[in-house]
Structure formats: structure tokens, C-alpha cells
């Protein structure tokens, strides 16, 4: 049996809402968009295909932050500093069951709302190692990252890449010179959590998702919050089911639903706590 969710936030589908920025912006001017978007062209927001986005316009929080997505982000963010204000550093970790749910684009997008609009001095640790993606949202990338700062091979300062001018700082993987042995890593992490707490308000690790990663257990440990992000309408009930039973969640569980239909978006605006209703996928409210 499932334990209930807690909907922290419902994001619309950010395809969508650029598809529709890129019609209103032709029919008004009859030029390709530029509001408020970082210096690419139409062809390159999709990425490879009108499926996907290119990574950095992920970042809607900076990127579009009057839309609906936004503001579901600064829901979730405030929600977040409200249920924790009795400490002094708070450890989040964001998960999702499989890969392309939506975890890593959750973190930057929760991480620089938390920064930017609640004034929280926040860390985003990258986690994924077989498939880090942080990287791809930073301004200035630092000539550390995290394997040389647990190797004592550099200061934290050395390691901070910057995504804007907000007190939002990312620690990259980095470079190792040997096996990455995963689960030795996290053992290091862990002890040197207590240190990087003393510099941040927030500190929020993109882990690996659930499912395919035999560290989950260890990387459940180190959160204080744990946030799972499930692609609504398209992940199966029983994967979602599997993934909560590894993490060993056995009450309410957190969660952000990822790219939600503009339909069914007025279910979902007020992160009601919900249980499973009859669905085959996660992600709609019997009615």
C-alpha cells in the first residue's frame, strides 16, 4: 500500500508554455522571441526535437518568472522554508523513480527560488555522478568540484560555480583520478556535510534516480527533506510504488508533480494532500 502525497507544487509542461510564447511573439511582432530569454534562437529552445528544451531554459524560475511554473516553484520554495524555520541549515535531497521525470530541473529551479526571492543562501550539490547535469545551468564554472574537495585537494571557495548573481552556488561533480566508487563518496559526503551547513541555509543534492542506483540508501540518510518529482500522467503507479518502498517512505510523502497538462492544472493548484485514486499513472485525480 502507497503512503499518501503531499503535493508540494504542479508544473506545467514548459514545451507548452514556450510553444505558446513563440506563437504570441510571432503573431504580435512578427519577430522571433526574445522576452525575457537567454541569447539562443527559436530552432535551438527545443533541442534535438519539440519535445525537449534546450537545458538552460529549463531555469524558468529566472527565465519566465511571472508564469504559472514559476510560481508553483516559489509555492513549493516557501512551503519549504516555513515547515523548516526552527533550523539552521536544512539538507534537501530531490529524487525522482527513473531518469527524465524532471529531478534535475527541480533542484536549479527550487534552489535559485530559494536565493533569489526568499533571500536563503543555497548550495546545489550534484550527486548523479554517472550523469550530472548541473553543469549545464552554471554561469561561471569553478575549477574544483566535489571530488576534489573531499580529496582535501582544494577549498570549498574553489569549488563553487555560480548560476547568476543570486547567492545560489553549485558544486559539480568534478574530476577524480581514479574509480569513482560511488558509495565511498557519500560516506564523505556525509562526514563533511556538517561543514558545508555552516556556510548555507539550504542545501539541496541532485541525487540519481531511485530505481537504477544502488546509493540511494546511503544518499536517504544525509536529507533532513526528501522530495520525490514525478512526471504526472506518464509514471506508472507501480514504479512510483517500488521507488517508495526502496526509500522506505511509509507515511506522507512529498512530491512534485513535473509536467502537468494545462488541463489538468486547477486539480493540482494548491497542493492539496492527495492518495491514489484507480489511475494507471501517477499524476490524475479521480473525479
Known amino acids: 500500500m502507497l503512503p499518501g502525497i503531499r503535493v508540494l507544487a504542479a508544473i506545467p509542461n514548459f514545451v507548452s508554455m514556450y510553444h505558446q510564447l513563440n506563437y504570441q511573439s510571432r503573431h504580435s511582432s512578427g519577430e522571433e522571441p526574445q522576452a525575457q530569454l537567454p541569447a539562443v534562437r527559436y530552432r535551438t529552445w527545443l533541442g534535438e526535437n519539440e519535445d525537449q528544451l534546450a537545458p538552460q531554459l529549463n531555469l524558468v524560475a529566472k527565465w519566465q518568472p511571472l508564469s504559472i511554473a514559476a510560481e508553483q516553484y516559489r509555492m513549493a520554495a516557501t512551503r519549504l522554508v516555513l515547515s523548516n524555520e526552527g533550523r539552521e541549515s536544512t539538507v534537501l535531497e530531490i529524487t525522482s523513480a527513473l531518469k527524465g521525470e524532471g529531478k534535475t530541473t527541480t533542484v536549479v529551479n527550487i534552489g535559485y527560488t530559494l536565493a533569489r526571492d526568499l533571500g536563503k543562501k543555497t548550495l546545489l550539490i550534484d550527486c548523479d555522478f554517472r550523469c550530472p547535469a548541473l553543469h549545464k545551468y552554471v554561469n561561471v564554472p569553478a575549477e574544483a568540484g566535489l571530488f576534489e574537495l573531499l580529496d582535501g585537494k582544494t577549498r570549498l571557495q574553489d569549488c563553487l560555480s555560480t548560476i547568476d548573481e543570486v547567492a545560489c552556488s553549485v558544486l559539480l561533480v568534478g574530476k577524480s583520478d581514479g574509480d569513482i566508487s560511488e558509495l565511498n563518496r557519500i560516506q564523505q559526503l556525509k562526514g563533511f556535510l556538517p561543514q558545508l551547513q555552516q556556510h548555507f541555509d539550504f542545501i539541496i543534492i541532485n541525487t540519481p534516480p531511485v530505481l537504477p542506483s544502488a546509493t540511494m ?19 506508472p503507479k507501480h514504479v512510483v510504488q517500488q521507488a517508495f518502498t526502496m526509500l522506505g517512505l511509509t507515511a506522507e510523502a512529498q512530491v512534485i508533480l513535473n509536467a502537468v497538462e494545462a488541463q489538468s492544472m486547477p486539480a493540482y493548484m494548491y497542493g492539496y494532500p492527495m492518495t491514489y485514486g484507480r489511475e494507471r499513472t501517477v499524476g490524475t485525480i479521480a473525479r
Open 217 to 235: 540508501g546511503i544518499l536517504a540518510s544525509l536529507e533532513h527533506v526528501l522530495i520525490v518529482v514525478i512526471r504526472a500522467g506518464a509514471t
